[in-house]
């Protein structure tokens, strides 16, 4: 069984790795995502991650088809209770739905609760930043819906360290509620932004850290090797003119090796290198199929020592 741990001081317990439900209503049908849905609870995990907007960018859609297909399977499965659900507000559904206004947020959080066809959202999350609205409001919003029990926590995603930090002394100040987990930006190939500026903030405070684009789009589970290679699905494109370059091809040749070591493959190895790093509660993957499925719960059990990490440090430093 892999130890639990906590979404901050939250008193949540995940099993560290989450499932990504960016691609429920883009590439991933709702019959396919009931499937995928029931094989990541029956193999022992309980964290997934979606948000309003999923997946607005498809030609026809308009927001919240993700949380809508998430909400179908609990009521068709009856798996509520063994799922964390974890969700989120402000990127733009239409005209005057954005940002963290308090009547905002009281408006977007009963569309999403009606769309995941539940009572109470266990992780909601600011999915922006919003300047224009004092933390105090924001944070005071969340304060009154986590006393009406819709919310248990609340996370914030693509925030600074600044703002952060500035948010919890807020929380701290006023006797609000924090945010208990960050998700950022964080990966093999994207280590910067979030070790230089983001992870001494949440080390300091004890803020989770739930990490979006664990495989970097797919790069790093070894499929984009060429510049063809970018027709293999949807995100192709954007992943091989990114990544494909000698640094990412350097951390291509350092996950073959480490997964040849073990029998392993390079999607596992990249995100069991994530949870070897300090600081890392869960990372976020997403899931097309069902063997790609069987990948991330292998990659959670996959323990790497420290030959591995340093090889893989040193390639991707």
């Known amino acids: 069984m892999i130890p639990a741990r906590s979404l901050g001081g939250s008193g949540i317990q995940v099993v560290p790795l989450a499932f990504g439900g960016n691609v429920f209503g883009w590439t991933v049908d709702e019959g396919r995502a009931f499937r995928l849905l029931d ?3 029956d193999a022992g995990f309980n964290l997934i991650d979606t948000a309003d907007i999923y997946s607005s960018w498809v030609p026809g859609n ?15 499965s009856g798996k509520r209770d063994q799922v964390v659900i974890a969700t989120k507000v402000g990127k733009p559904m239409g005209p005057g ?12 959080v009963e569309a999403s609760l009606k769309r995941l066809r539940t009572d109470r959202i266990d992780l ?9 609205t004092p933390l105090a409001d924001t944070l005071g919003a969340y304060q009154a819906l986590i006393q009406q029990g819709k919310v248990r926590a609340i996370g914030a995603s693509n ?8 948010a919890l002394d807020v929380s701290e100040h006023h006797g609000l509620p924090r945010y208990e987990t960050l998700q950022p930006l964080y990966n093999l190939y994207d280590r910067q932004g979030f070790e230089s500026d983001l992870l001494p903030v949440c080390k300091a405070r004890g803020v989770g850290v739930l990490t979006f684009y664990a495989l970097a789009a797919g790069f790093l589970s070894g499929k984009y090797r060429k510049p063809k290679d970018a027709g293999k699905s949807a995100r192709g494109s954007s992943t091989v ?3 494909l370059n000698p640094r990412g091809l350097a951390i291509l040749d350092a996950l073959d090796e480490v997964a ?8 596992q190895v990249a995100i069991a290198w994530q949870l070897g790093m300090p600081g890392i509660t869960a990372p976020i993957a997403s899931a097309t199929a069902l063997d790609q499925l069987e990948d991330l719960v292998a990659a959670a059990s996959l323990k790497l020592d420290e030959a591995d990490m340093k090889r893989l440090d040193q390639a991707s430093r």
């Open 241 to 243: 003119t990114r990544y």
């Open 260 to 267: 040849a070591r073990h029998s392993s493959t390079p999607a």
């Open 159 to 166: 925030f600074t360290g600044a703002r952060l930090r500035e």
């Open 97 to 108: 739905k954005k940002g963290l206004r308090p009547k905002y947020i009281r408006q977007a």
């Open 39 to 41: 094989a990541w609870v």
């Open 124 to 132: 909601y999350q600011s999915h922006d930043d919003d300047p224009d």
């Open 62 to 76: 308009q927001g919240g088809e993700s949380e809508t297909i998430i909400g179908k399977w609990f009521k068709a």
